[in-house]
């Protein structure tokens, strides 16, 4: 059955082709009004604090939101103010971003609330183009910041925003590619309101989120099915076309976490990243490359297992080791990692870790 917009013949051309767009930005705003969902980063009235967009918006990047929240809690619970944040010691913020992942967001949201406090007096820009100007801020990231805390008409494109214009009409390009991406940001920009702007982009994430969904979207109780030209042409499970998958680069890491115990008190060899790529500047045990086994000068050494890590382009194998050690001297092959302390439990606790090095924390029961 087809779904194709019936416009009126008495109309003059020009209001026609407006019909469609009037009845899109009508029928998601009273969805969100109706059914938007209770998040910490929103408000049940007016718009919610400039802050709390910027931060739930770093965090949002990449990471679904039922993952985000208690993240958000922490976050605003130490943070309660952008100043309390641009003050803070960069590990304590990695800290409470452990287990989030995509570190370089806390890094870049650190260093973001920095130079709003030194470049902007401490007041978040309203703008999309000062926005652009602050480190870790995008196009998606300042235009969310400036509709949903300022209500600026601007267009927003998330992965969910994406698959609901990319069906809404019927766009079977890759939108990954960027001819496609470009026409749905042009799409975006002309769909999002004068009024309400941040209500509207929200309720297009909204019904990516929870109605225009990858698999088995819900398209007979979506707000703007008769719009819909996917779905009237039959074909909404092929858009967007499915991502073709890479072969992930396997890398093997030996991590030998080795002990000492004095006075009852048991201190593990840890080591701080360089401040510089992937898990910049967190604490690790020691990790090498397998293909470096390093040999070492103790009679007490155990085979603990193995586990593995997912990212998006790449697996990691970690053999897990325990060494207990008679002297603080061990024989370890040279690397780019030359800040390491011995620490307790307790000590462990305060810095920012590496989920496989959580696991492995886990693992030897610390």
Not at 179 to 201: H, K, M, T
Not at 297 to 303: A, C, E, K
Not at 345 to 357: E, G, I, T, V
């Amino acid at each position: 059955m087809s779904h194709r917009t019936v416009e009126s013949p008495d109309l003059p051309q020009g209001q026609k082709s407006l019909l469609p767009l009037t009845r899109i930005r009508a029928s998601l705003l009273k969805f969100y009004d109706q059914h938007k969902r209770d998040l910490p980063w929103r408000t049940s009235t007016g718009r919610p604090p400039t802050y709390h967009v910027l931060v739930s918006e770093l965090m949002l990047q990449q990471t679904q939101v039922v993952t985000v929240i208690a993240y958000f809690n922490r976050f605003i619970a130490a943070f309660a103010t952008l100043t309390d944040l641009a003050r803070a010691d960069e590990q304590q913020v990695l800290r409470l971003w452990q287990g989030l992942g995509y570190y370089s967001r806390a890094r870049n949201l650190h260093r973001c609330a920095k130079a709003i406090v030194l470049d902007h007096a401490g007041v978040i820009p309203s703008d999309v183009a000062t926005l652009l100007t602050l480190p870790g801020i995008g196009p998606y990231t300042a235009g969310a910041i400036a509709s949903i805390a300022f209500d600026k008409p601007a267009a927003i494109v998330d992965g969910n925003v994406m698959r609901v214009i990319s069906r809404l009409d019927a766009l079977t390009a890759d939108p990954r590619q960027k001819p496609a991406s470009l026409r749905i940001w042009a799409r975006a920009g002309e769909l999002v309101p004068q009024d309400r702007a941040g209500d509207f982009n929200s309720a297009l994430m909204e019904l990516g989120a929870t109605i225009c969904t990858p698999k088995s979207p819900k398209c007979l109780v979506c707000p703007v099915q008769q719009e819909c030209k996917a779905l009237a042409k039959g074909i909404v499970d092929r858009i967007p076309p499915p991502k073709v998958p890479k072969d992930k680069r396997v890398e093997k890491r030996d991590v030998l976490c080795i002990s000492q115990t004095a006075h009852g008190v048991t201190r593990w060899l840890v080591e701080q990243r360089p401040s510089k790529g992937r898990w910049a500047g967190m604490w690790q045990f020691v990790t090498r490359d397998a293909a470096d086994r390093p040999h070492i000068d103790s009679l007490h050494i155990t085979h603990l297992g193995q586990i593995t890590h997912e990212l998006t382009h790449r697996s990691y194998e970690f053999d897990v080791w325990r060494v207990m050690c008679e002297g603080a001297e061990t024989s370890l092959p040279t690397s780019a990692i030359s800040c390491t302390r011995w620490a307790s439990a307790s000590d462990l606790d305060a810095l920012p870790m590496p989920r496989p090095h959580v696991r492995i924390r886990e693992l030897i029961g610390i």
